[in-house]
């Protein structure tokens, strides 16, 4: 077995990022820009007005000015202004010829057409734009590696853009193994038990963005379980299988893909849950055998598989790290690092009951999972212990 900090290593050793292709700026949102965005053009393009007030030449502004006209933004229409004239002007419109400052409207007086500025600390250029002020033609307006907020998004349309390059989305394949599940919805058998696990990780990597998800389902079969696991792979980046992967008779994982020539780069770590966790490679494809128990298809998808597929994409982290002061005191065995279901506030951060591998109830309740160190078994009251807050 090896530790939780190799595995984590090893996976992200052997994750590779995906092309690149243009979506519209609409689909962009939350991605990671694949590509330096030049500006086409100067951003504004003309000199403008900031806010609304009075454009005016500086040289005369301790004079009583008459205001000729007024300028509104998205006019095409120039307008000269002369020599003790004022122009009532709009924010975003331009600024009339011979024009150097605005005045803005709060600090004026106007009465019969004659402005009197009251501004005594108006200064050359106050509240006036200039062309390329927000970004000059064939200039790098956003870099490669930026995420693409809703601000970034705002911005790119503002330079005119109309799509984004981001790294290709993966297509992600959902393997379900073992004769023992039942579809929810249905009578549940003698023997039988409800499959959630494609539910959960349905849920968890439409969070990820991830948008071609595949399902399949294998009994416990090793020559029924390679085919199925064969036609995955040609159709899919990543190949999540779940259950299968420890070491009982059933448990065909590991043989199904070595028969498919799929390097194992690991399978066991020491942790709980998960430590049977399975991860493997084939060309830049990239295998996680999942344990079957659905709190440890969770604890390792957000630990492992996340992390795959947010550097496939270039995508900056879903589960924030964190580090918080333990409420109540912890005793494990030494030799595992163990992740417990949890719930954050405040900088506190509680352990919740039923953290055993098949129950669920907890996880349901949990905003994030503790990690306990894997040689240290006593965490008292007040320890310091790393976070990992799930996305919302």
Do not use: W
């Not at 006019?75 to 122009?87: I, S």
């Not at 200039?130 to 956003?142: D, F, K, N, R």
């Not at 084939?282 to 947010?310: D, R, T, W």
């Amino acid at each position: 077995m090896i530790s939780v900090k190799e595995a984590k290593e090893l996976v992200l050793a052997h994750t590779v990022t995906l092309s690149s292709h243009n979506v519209p700026l609409s689909e962009a949102a939350g991605f990671t820009l694949a590509a330096d965005v030049f500006a086409g053009v100067d951003i504004p393009a003309f000199i403008q007005s900031s806010m609304d007030g009075y454009a005016i030449r500086f040289e005369d502004h301790q004079s009583p000015l008459t205001v000729k006209g007024e300028m509104q933004a998205g006019t095409a229409v120039q307008f000269d202004l002369a020599g003790g004239q004022a122009v009532r002007i709009f924010a975003g419109a331009p600024l009339p010829a011979g024009a150097d400052t605005v005045v803005v409207q709060e600090k004026v007086n106007v009465k019969e057409g004659i402005l009197t500025i009251l501004d005594e600390q108006l200064t050359l250029g106050d509240d006036v734009r200039g062309i390329g002020a927000e970004a000059t033609a064939g200039s790098l307006a956003m870099a490669k590696g930026c995420k693409l907020t809703s601000a970034a998004i705002g911005y790119l349309a503002g330079l005119g853009k109309t799509e984004a390059e981001i790294y290709r989305s993966p297509a992600v394949a959902v393997i379900v193994t073992g004769k023992e599940l039942q579809e929810p919805g249905k009578e549940l058998s003698f023997g039988l038990v409800y499959e959630s696990n494609s539910y959960s990780l349905t849920a968890a990597l439409k969070q990820a963005k991830v948008t071609q998800i595949n399902f399949y389902h294998a009994d416990d079969n090793l020559d029924e379980l390679t085919a199925i696991l064969q036609d995955a792979l040609q159709a899919n980046d990543i190949v999540l299988l779940t259950g299968g992967v420890s070491v009982g008779d059933y448990d065909f994982v590991p043989q199904a893909a070595e028969r498919l020539g799929i390097s194992k780069i690991f399978h066991h770590v020491k942790q709980k849950p998960g430590k049977p966790l399975y991860f493997g490679k084939i060309e830049e494809k990239i295998v996680f055998g999942l344990p079957g128990n659905p709190s440890s298809v969770l604890s390792c998808f957000y630990q492992y598989v996340l992390p795959a597929l947010e550097k496939q994409i270039d995508f900056k982290r879903n589960v924030n790290i964190n580090h918080a002061i333990l409420a109540q005191a912890y005793t494990k065995a030494a030799g595992l690092t163990h992740f417990l279901k949890a719930t954050f506030d405040d900088g506190l951060v509680t352990p919740l009951n039923a953290q055993e591998s098949f129950r669920m109830s907890s996880f349901a309740q949990a905003n994030c999972t503790i990690e306990l160190e894997e040689e240290q078994s006593v965490f008292p009251v007040g320890t310091e212990v790393k976070v990992y807050l799930f996305p919302e």
